[in-house]
């Protein structure tokens, strides 16, 4: 898949698993308490949201549950958006992966590569920020139903966990590619662009 709108629409499914299990980040778990038969300690995931994230997600919780179903449209709505905001990211991360795997003997055509890569990720920084703008223009006026520091918060978190659920899809869809494949992709990227 080297569209990054199917990695984002991946974030949300996640993100509708997230806002749905935020109380159950520090459950325990049935098996956790089962000895390791191998002898060594199982390995724990990394904790995707700091505690300061997760006490903040729960007073954002507290007042949703407050709200009517309109409304709760609308905050779903505002998430939606600003997580497609990810994708122009998402293009960056997947080109620089990709170029990343490419050996270069020419050192003229690494330096031609790395410029054309770098006007690409300032066009595409542009992009994020003018989704965002749309997305903010768009809700300001619908949004006054809930107090803006606990929404912008909020939206901080969805957007860190959809940025990190994103990148970590982003590499489970590269990791068996072959390198040669994955520069030979990368570079007819920045051809394509460099033509535009």
């Keep these: 898949m080297n569209n990054p709108w199917g990695i984002i629409k991946l974030v949300f499914v996640f993100a509708a698993g997230f806002c749905l299990s935020l109380n159950t980040l520090h459950a325990v778990h049935a098996q956790d308490g089962l000895p390791d038969a191998s002898g060594v300690e199982a390995a724990q995931p990394p904790e995707i949201l700091t505690e300061e994230m997760i006490l903040s997600e729960d007073a954002y919780k507290r007042v949703r549950d407050t709200l009517q179903p309109e409304q709760k449209k609308i905050l779903e709505d505002l998430e939606n958006n600003y997580l497609l905001t990810l994708a122009p990211e998402m293009e960056v991360a997947r080109l620089s992966w990709q170029l990343k795997s490419c050996d270069y003997k020419d050192k003229a055509q690494k330096e031609e590569d790395a410029s054309i890569f770098s006007a690409f990720k300032l ?3 542009r992009e994020t920020q003018t989704l965002k703008e749309k ?4 809700f300001k006026d619908k949004t006054s139903f809930i107090d803006a520091a606990v929404l912008t918060r909020h939206i901080a978190v969805i ?5 990190h659920v994103s990148l970590q899809a982003l590499r489970g ?3 068996d590619t072959d390198a040669k494949e994955l520069c030979d ?12």
């Design 123 to 125: 066009e595409k920084k």
């Design 135 to 138: 997305a903010a223009a768009a």
């Design 159 to 163: 957007m860190h966990f959809g940025r």
């Design 173 to 175: 869809q590269m990791i």
């Design 185 to 196: 992709q990368g570079r007819k990227t920045l051809k394509a662009y460099s033509k535009q």
